[in-house]
């Protein structure tokens, strides 16, 4: 898991979804789960647990990625451990993590995911990746 400093905010993968142990050691509360291929994760009853079925791709629906940005955007503001995550943990987790910082902090998106690229090896799909940015800006054209 990567954390996204100075925020409690982790982006990681479908198997460090899924281990309650860890994700407690690191004082995490809500895991968001973005992964549609994957099944849903099985956890302790004390963490919260949301689930976003993305593809890695333009087919969503915009009202789905709006939510789990504003999800995500909603953890960051109330500073609440939360950990992002999708099957490798190398697309829809960041893309979805730096258009919710984006929204949180007014800073660019394309900045915020630069600075994770800079710490985690990713692979974004341009697609949804375009498609997080048009969400974030209230426009359904790149959808």
């Avoid at 982790?10 to 050691?25: F, L, T």
């Avoid at 939360?82 to 258009?99: M, Y």
């Avoid at 090896?121 to 990746?129: A, E, R, T, Y």
């Amino acid at each position: 898991m990567l954390q996204v400093s100075p925020y409690k905010l982790w982006i990681g993968n479908a198997s460090e979804a899924r281990d309650s142990a860890k994700i407690r050691a690191q004082g995490i509360a809500v895991v968001i789960d973005l992964a549609v291929n994957e099944p849903p994760a099985v956890l302790s009853r004390e963490l919260v647990v949301c689930r976003f079925p993305l593809h890695d791709g333009m087919n969503n629906p915009p009202w789905l990625l709006r939510a789990a940005i504003n999800a995500v955007a909603g953890f960051i503001q109330s500073q609440t451990p939360a950990l992002v995550c999708c099957s490798a943990g190398i697309s829809r987790a960041p893309s979805i993590t730096a258009a919710a910082l984006a929204k949180a902090t007014n800073r660019p998106p394309g900045e915020w995911l630069a600075e994770i690229a800079a710490a985690r090896q990713l692979d974004v799909s341009s697609g949804l990746w375009s498609c997080a940015c048009a969400a974030i800006e209230d426009r359904d054209d790149r959808f």
